[in-house]
């Protein structure tokens, strides 16, 4: 598995507090994997301090929000054939001590999309709100209904893929709230799909994108979304 190519994506808005720690934390452990920070039309620093933690920096010349980000990082790791990827938030709430364990079941051919889960772990240190936990368990009954597959922590950013979803990810990935659709979406791909257990952490900077009345939109655009790929046809 050493000779296998991984692209690690982190998505950014204006995370200039933590992305530099974050990256040179990563580079530390892995040197050998590629460190892809996609800049999502920050107004701070952000930018800057990835490259001076040692990242490569794509800057979007606007914000996309974490979906287009993400297909961003999708498309350059399919035009330079990378075996693998993973996503991690950039506030420095993932915790890259467990990023090999998201990996591995997709180095070795045992799943195409592998999702941490901070709810099948003891080590982690950071609590979402009631609300957000709602949301949580909302969509992990949705999901387990319609695809078969019982994932407590469907809303993570903590999540590894292989070749067969990279191609997939790269032609089309949900724009807003995009990682519970996403699930849906490597389903009707015949994606193998499971969950590791991750450390969380308090987040180091920025905000989170689904907050207080935005939790009831998030609920009720998502299941729209998740509805609707159910009705669509492999191509």
């Known amino acids: 598995m050493n000779d296998k190519k991984v692209l690690i994506m982190i998505p950014a808005f204006n995370e200039a ?26 107004s701070d620093s952000t930018a800057q301090e990835a490259h001076l933690g040692g990242a ?43 990023m090999m364990d998201v990996l591995n079941p997709i180095l070795n051919g045992k799943l195409d999309l592998c999702i941490g889960s901070r709810f099948l772990s003891d080590k ?13 368990k909302f969509f992990s ?20 893929t292989g070749k067969k ?13 995009p990682e519970p ?11 193998k799909i499971g969950e590791i257990p991750v450390g969380m952490r308090k987040r180091l900077g920025g905000t989170s994108s689904i907050r207080y009345f935005a939790t009831f939109y998030y609920m009720i655009k998502v299941t729209l979304a998740i509805l609707i790929d159910t009705l669509k046809h492999k191509n």
Do not use: C, M
């Not at 982690?124 to 949580?136: C, E, K, N, V, Y």
């Not at 009954?141 to 590894?160: C, I, K």
């Open 17 to 42: 507090r933590a992305i530099k720690l974050l990256v040179s934390d990563i580079r530390k452990h892995y040197p050998s994997f590629k460190v892809l920070v996609i800049n999502d039309g920050s």
């Open 56 to 98: 490569q920096v794509v800057s979007l010349p606007y914000n996309l929000g974490i979906g287009g980000a993400i297909q961003t990082g999708y498309k350059l790791a399919l035009r330079d054939g990378y075996d693998a990827t993973i996503q991690i938030d950039g506030d420095a709430q993932h915790d890259p001590a467990f």
């Open 124 to 136: 982690s240190r950071f609590r979402s709100t009631f609300l957000r936990r709602i949301g949580i």
């Open 141 to 160: 009954v949705l999901l387990g209904w319609l695809t078969g597959h019982f994932v407590t922590d469907p809303t993570s950013g903590y999540r590894a």
């Open 165 to 177: 979803l990279i191609s997939r990810f790269a032609a089309y990935y949900p724009i807003d709230f």
């Open 181 to 191: 659709e996403a699930i849906q979406i490597a389903n009707r791909y015949g994606a």
